[in-house]
Nanobody, 125 residues
Framework: QVHLVESGGGLVQAGGSLRVSCAAS??????AGWFRQAPGTEREFVAA????????TYADSVQGRFTISRDNAKNMVYLQMNSLKPEDTAVYYC????????????????????WGQGTRVTVSS
């Protein structure tokens, strides 16, 4: 089992920045991702990182604005969000895999077995 705890959400004005964090404990991690879910919508992929090599991938909607990173020693995952837009408003969830890493289907929520409780990000216009 892997236990995840997110933090760092809040209210920010459009154009501002925010960093959300995720603390992981338990099994060895092979990769981590961030997803988000706005009211009335399905959970959508935001970004993912391969734990060992640090290779990353992003949704088109956040490419160039968001940065996912990890601290191997602390078992922490971060999502730095810059140039925030009102449409970025959502609950942000950290997800983790412990099986050998594969990029296949990474953007699908059902491929991630471990989830945090979510942290709310609100961007005002």
């Amino acid at each position: 089992q892997v236990h995840l705890v997110e933090s760092g959400g809040g209210l920010v004005q459009a154009g501002g920045s925010l960093r959300v964090s995720c603390a992981a404990s338990g099994r060895t991690i092979s990769g981590a991702g961030w997803f988000r879910q706005a009211p009335g919508t399905e959970r959508e992929f935001v970004a993912a990182i391969q734990w060992s090599a640090g290779v990353t991938t992003y949704a088109d909607s956040v490419q160039g604005r968001f940065t996912i990173s990890r601290d191997n020693a602390k078992n922490m995952v971060y999502l730095q969000m810059n140039s925030l837009k009102p449409e970025d408003t959502a609950v942000y969830y950290c997800a983790v895999k412990s099986d050998p890493w594969s990029w296949a289907r990474t953007r699908l929520p059902d491929q991630w077995p471990y989830w945090g409780q979510g942290t709310r990000v609100t961007v005002s216009s």
